[in-house]
């Protein structure tokens, strides 16, 4: 049957080339469509069962408007007669004609994905990944802030681009943890050139090298440069659990302790002592590269460090307010309980902080854990012969980068849009302007600094999607060549070489 092709296409280049479904799909697997979600149907398809699907762009509305506990982080869906509603349906509907060349989709054909218009100023759009006894809606979430863009901001490509990098956590089902960590996989990458992840075989050594990096990095953030000394970077407003990845939960606490123990002592001292120290933080992370997350502390930094923390502790914090542990302060500021906190650290992390008056754990903390983090990236480069740098993961993320590339291509447009929109709107100020000189001279890429988020960086995000195209149009020639003779896509984008291509 057509659809046994389909899988055949997908075994083969893991859906880079593409197939077209048979109208007439149908599955010799029992599990699909039996009225439970499968995640292991052989079809080359995922189960329809796993999914709520609508009739009506009212129907989506109506069951986000359910979801209350994500709207109420989200924002609430705006009604299908506002003006710019259509517009960003069609743009959609455009999109899964892309992804249904590119992918194999199965019964999934025969339903159209409908769009909930969020108000939310925020440039992105995304999927609602629910517990799992929710099923994900066949629907694409899309903040005004996306749709308002115009067409001086964004292209076209830009904003489908990036409505099928999330389009494709729902259909691949990223939600379920079970699909996700399958998807992940670690490597190392040459000294100057990519791989692709979807290509590669998970090294456990790898592996485990990362999640002991990681361990420390939770609790003090992903910077481990030693000019930091005892400093626990933190973040500039009130701290959100989005920012535990970035400045790591010891981080993440930090300035409001301090903001809010200034406020109640409130004298000259203590308020000279925290400003001096929100400074130094203002200092450093004025540093912070908008292309691989990195930061540049001066050689002083380290003493500056400590003298300010030395004035915090010494004019802000008297000694009954130090009584107790740092981890149980991270308990009550998390809210989440002592004995969970105590379990996800390292234990000779757990160990400095125990020993320790809270102020004096905070720095004590910081630069042991750093410390840490720094032998185990030389172990790292001792094993592999490559620096740190070069770790690489797959993760969902990337896959949903390289199936938004593929539904672009497919489509004839620009395969990095979902990329472009992070790079312009979402990456660090000014990151376009030294990203985009890296590009037109087929530059290496630097990789995110910020290893746990798992999106790897704006600017490596581009160049990938464009690795993506180049090798979907490697591994499926001829189904391209039509897309490529009526509109070429950007320079650099077609392989040097068609080895391997199909003729």
Known sequence: MAWKSCVLCLSVVAAAAGCNDDPEFSCDDPKY???????????????????????????????????????????????????????????????????????TVGKLADHKPFLVLIDNPAVNAFVLSPPPERQPGFAVMVNTGLVDLTDAQASKAWKIGVMMHEFEHAVGLHG?????????????????????????????????????????AQFVGFWSDMELGVMPLSPAVTPTQEHWNTFGLMGAYFRSTVVARAQQVNTAACNNAANAFLALRTEVMATLSPLDDGLTPSG???????????????????????VGTLITGLAGASMLPEATIRMEMPDDLEMQLDTRTIINAWASGSLFAR???????????????????????????????????????ALGLEPDGAAQIVLHFIAVAGAPAVCDPLLASNSPLPYSENLPDDHHGGCWRVGHQRQIAADAMNMAKVRYEPILDAQPLRAGLVPESDTGASN
């Open 371 to 409: 410390q840490r983090m720094r032998e185990i990236q030389a172990q790292f480069e001792t094993m592999y012969g490559v620096p740190w740098s070069r770790l690489r993961y797959m993760s969902s993320e990337e896959a949903a980068d390289d199936s938004s590339a593929r539904t672009m291509l």
């Open 33 to 103: 469509d039996n009225g439970t979600c499968d995640l292991d149907v052989t079809c080359g398809a995922p189960d329809i069962d796993c999914f709520t699907l609508f009739t009506t762009g009212e129907e989506a509305k109506a069951w986000w408007d359910a979801q209350t506990d994500f709207v109420a982080i989200k924002g609430s869906a705006l009604p299908v007669t506002d003006s710019r509603y259509a517009a960003t349906q069609a743009l959609i509907d455009e999109g899964w004609e892309g992804y249904k060349a590119a992918h």
């Open 300 to 322: 002083t930094y380290a003493m500056s460090a400590t003298n300010a923390l030395v004035a915090v502790r010494d004019n802000c914090f008297s000694a009954a307010t130090q």
């Open 176 to 216: 379920k943890p079970e699909i996700k960590a399958g998807l992940t996989r670690f490597y190392v990458t040459d000294a100057t050139s990519e791989k692709l992840g979807y290509q590669q075989m998970n090294d456990a050594g790898v592996q485990a090298l990362f999640d002991s990096w990681g361990k420390y």
